[in-house]
């Protein structure tokens, strides 16, 4: 039988995430990337949001430790300090300082180079795939009626030599900046549709020397509250090795700004003291870097009406977040399982057909993170997009709702933690037992027990 091959073209999460499954599946695997890799955990320049806090959601490290056996240890053991939610994150809600508590859910604070690092040395480790660095896919390559993908063709970086590189299956997974849908009508067919919630976020990043005295938590998250028109939110990530990765977050172009002064009084305006505070008493130890994105991005590859054959896209090339949810590793390892599954039950002996059925997995796959990021973006009112209908409206009340109540109970805030983390799909918060829980909540709350008004001054101790 013939040699069946794949070609992935970018070399971040999802491109390594796609290697590896597609080396269980396929005699052969590519890596094709722009960048020259480094040997070690080092920012590169395809990856540039690298420098900011990443955090690693509940499901995905699960999906990746599936992935990569040994992990979880392996991150620990380096230094990424492993963490349980809840007892050991401060979480500054719209409702309030969620209850600290063992939550017995437990992940690793990572740095996102370290986590690609790994990855990559794991990946490259697999005797059938083979990375083809400082390489740039400038198109598709197809058979003469452009039916079926066959290859990509590729500039060598710093010469000018053309590269033609065939296979059965080319995947891609660069990013948010994918020239698919151009690459797409060069072989005569549509772009796929796109959707956009424009909420024009900014980050600025900074790196902490930890203070001896540091604070008991492990993450210290302020989310942005949008009934109180203060699009503004920050994080600070104990990454281990003594230092705090300090991201402040704005929505709407409220953007962070990246001079001493700005970013400490954009560190006053977010909406609790507590991270101020902490910095005041840290020590800066680089300097401060910004980034802007637009927002969240869905490319519908799924809808598609007429595809080639041989082709699919994953990762942030088919959807990117808004990053201050956390999403897009988790996503695209969603994603990856997705891919195992469907080869499995196609197999690669003959593809055809295959990409549109993959295409809708993916779409489905990352529904609800989309609907998570989105709907909390559309509640500022700078923010572009389509704004939720009448039955959206009402769900969001409820959630509204949820968040006054759920802060100070168990069980509430650990199926929102679980939502969040995608371990749990959003439909979780209206399970019949949890519905019954935020209105007998809500009753004791108009019966004027005080459940509500945490100002955010004081983080809350850790119980039980
Ligand atoms: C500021 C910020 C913070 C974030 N925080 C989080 C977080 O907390 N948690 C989380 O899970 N996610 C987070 N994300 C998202 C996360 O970084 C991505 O979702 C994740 O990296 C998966 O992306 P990807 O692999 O699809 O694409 P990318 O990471 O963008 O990688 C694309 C790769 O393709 C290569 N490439 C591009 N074009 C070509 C070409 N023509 N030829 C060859 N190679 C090419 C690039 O060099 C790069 O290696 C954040 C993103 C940003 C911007």
Request: proline share 6%; glycine share 8%; hydrophobic share 40%.
């Amino acid at each position: 039988m013939a040699e069946k091959t794949a070609i992935v073209v970018g070399a971040s999460m999802a491109g390594l995430l796609a290697a590896c499954v597609l080396s269980e599946h396929f005699d052969r695997v590519t890596v094709v990337e722009r960048d020259t890799l480094p040997d070690g955990p080092e920012i590169r320049s395809g990856v540039p949001q690298a420098r900011h806090v990443h955090a690693l959601l509940v499901q995905g490290q699960h999906l990746l430790e599936e992935f990569f056996p040994g992990l979880s240890d392996e991150l620990t053991e380096s230094g990424a300090p492993r963490f349980t939610w809840c007892r050991d994150t401060c979480y500054f809600t719209p409702g309030g300082w969620i209850k600290r508590f063992d939550s017995k859910i437990q992940t690793n604070m990572i740095r996102r180079v370290d986590l690609e690092y790994r990855i990559r040395k794991r990946v490259s480790a697999r005797q059938n795939v083979t990375f083809l660095t400082g390489r740039d896919v400038r198109g598709l390559l197809a058979d003469d009626a452009n039916l079926r993908v066959t290859g990509i063709e590729v500039t060598v970086r710093g010469a000018q030599d053309v590269e033609q590189h065939t296979a059965d299956l080319v995947v891609d997974c660069t990013g948010r900046g994918s020239k698919t849908p151009e690459w797409l009508v060069a072989l005569g067919y549509d772009a796929p549709r796109e959707t956009s919630v424009k909420s024009y976020v900014g980050y600025a990043t900074r790196m902490y020397k930890k203070p001896a005295d540091a604070p008991d938590w492990t993450v210290l998250f302020i989310n942005a509250r949008s009934a109180e028109g203060n699009p503004r939110g920050a994080a600070i990530f104990d990454v281990g090795h003594g230092e705090w990765m300090v991201s402040l977050g704005g929505l709407n172009k409220e953007y962070p700004p990246t001079d001493d002064d700005g970013f400490m009084a954009f560190a006053r305006k977010i909406p609790s003291p507590t991270l101020a505070e902490a910095l005041s008493r840290a020590e800066p130890t680089s300097p401060i870097v910004g980034y802007r994105i637009e927002g969240s991005r869905l490319r519908h590859y799924d809808r598609l009406a007429r595809r080639p054959e041989g082709f699919i896209a994953m990762g942030d090339a088919v959807c990117s977040f808004n990053p201050i949810y956390g999403q897009g590793i988790t996503v695209a390892a969603l994603e990856a399982r997705e891919l195992d599954a469907a080869l499995h039950r196609h197999g690669t002996a003959n593809l055809t057909g295959f990409a549109g059925v993959f295409q809708k997995r993916v779409a489905k796959t990352l529904a609800n993170a989309w609907v998570l990021a989105t709907g909390e973006d559309l509640r500022f009112p700078g923010t572009e997009g389509d704004r939720p209908g009448f039955a959206a409206r009402l769900i969001q009340r409820y959630v509204d709702q949820y968040a006054k109540v759920s802060f100070n109970d168990e069980l509430l805030t650990l199926t929102f933690i679980k939502v969040l983390n995608l371990a749990a799909p959003p439909t979780t918060l209206f399970a019949p037992r949890i519905v019954a829980r935020v209105i007998a909540l809500t009753f004791r709350q108009w019966r004027g027990m005080p459940i509500a008004g945490q100002d955010g001054t004081q983080i809350p101790a850790v119980q039980g």
